[in-house]
C-alpha cells in the first residue's frame, strides 16, 4: 500500500458525459500528478501540481483539467467523454517536485 | 521532446535466471527511478538513483545509474514467478518545469 488513495476504483460512463477523478496524496506529500494509460501504453505524464499550484502540463488536452485543493487532494475532470479517453488514470504523489513518486492504484475508466 | 528508450521490449526468461534490462537517454537526468507495475494496479518504487555512477540494490535487484547520466540499467537475479510484470525507468531532471518522464516499459514473463 503507498498510501496514496483514488477513488472511484472503476467508473464506467457514456460518450460525451463528464466525471471526476480523486485522488488523495501521501501524508506529508505535496505534489501530486496525474498519468493515463492506455491499453499496453506506457504511463503519459498529464498534469503536475505543487501546494495546490499547477508546476507542468504534459501531453493533456483541453477537454480534461484539474486542481488541488488546499488539503492537498486533487480532482481530475474529463469531459465530452470520447471512446478514446478509456484508459487507467493513476496519480501519484511525492514530497517534493519530481523524484521519487509513489503511486495511487488507479481509477479504470471504461467510456461506452 | 524528451524520451527514454528501454531494451529489451519484452523478454521470457526461465525460472532461477538473471534478468537485465536498460534505459537510455539523448537527455542527461540528475534521478533515474525503476518501478515495476502488476497488471491493473499502480506502479511501485523499486529503486531510486541520484548519483552517477551510483549502484543500489533492493534484495535480489540491483540498478545502475550510468556515468553518462544518460542511461540506467537494472538486473534482477535468480528470477522468480513473482517477478512477472512491467518495469519501467523514469528520469527526473530538475528544470523549469519539474517533470518525470517515463519509460515505454520492458514486459517480463518468467516460465516456472
Known amino acids: 500500500d503507498s498510501g496514496v488513495t483514488q477513488t472511484p476504483k472503476h467508473l464506467i460512463t457514456a460518450t460525451g458525459q463528464r466525471v471526476t477523478l480523486r485522488c488523495s496524496p501521501r501524508?506529508?506529500?505535496?505534489?501530486v500528478y496525474w498519468y493515463q494509460q492506455s491499453l499496453d501504453q506506457g504511463l503519459q505524464f498529464l498534469i503536475h501540481?505543487?501546494?495546490?499550484?499547477?508546476?507542468a502540463k504534459g501531453n493533456i488536452l483541453e477537454r480534461f483539467s484539474a486542481q488541488q485543493f488546499p488539503d492537498l487532494h486533487s480532482e481530475l475532470n474529463l469531459s465530452s467523454l470520447e471512446l478514446g479517453d478509456s484508459a487507467l488514470y493513476f496519480c501519484?504523489?511525492?514530497?517534493?517536485?519530481?523524484?521519487?513518486?509513489?503511486f495511487g492504484p488507479g481509477t479504470r475508466l471504461t467510456v461506452t | 521532446g524528451q524520451q527514454l528508450n528501454q531494451s529489451p521490449q519484452s523478454m521470457f526468461i526461465q525460472e532461477g535466471e538473471d534478468v537485465s534490462m536498460n534505459c537510455t537517454s539523448s537527455?542527461?537526468?540528475?534521478?533515474w527511478l525503476w518501478y515495476k507495475q502488476d497488471p491493473g494496479e499502480g506502479p511501485v518504487l523499486l529503486i531510486a538513483?541520484?548519483?552517477?555512477?551510483e549502484l543500489t540494490s533492493n534484495g535480489r535487484l540491483t540498478a545502475q545509474f550510468g556515468i553518462t547520466r544518460k542511461d540506467s540499467f537494472l538486473n534482477i537475479s535468480a528470477s522468480i514467478p513473482s517477478d512477472v510484470g512491467i518495469y519501467f525507468c523514469?528520469?527526473?531532471?530538475?528544470?523549469?518545469?519539474?517533470?518525470?518522464?517515463f519509460g515505454p516499459g520492458t514486459s517480463l514473463s518468467v516460465i516456472p
Open positions: 501519484a504523489s511525492s514530497v517534493d517536485t519530481g523524484y521519487e513518486q509513489y
Open positions: 501524508s506529508g506529500d505535496l505534489s
Open positions: 501540481y505543487y501546494n495546490g499550484e499547477e508546476r
Open positions: 537527455s542527461i537526468f540528475n534521478t
Open positions: 538513483l541520484y548519483k552517477a555512477g
Open positions: 523514469a528520469g527526473a531532471m530538475k528544470t523549469s518545469y519539474d517533470k518525470v518522464i
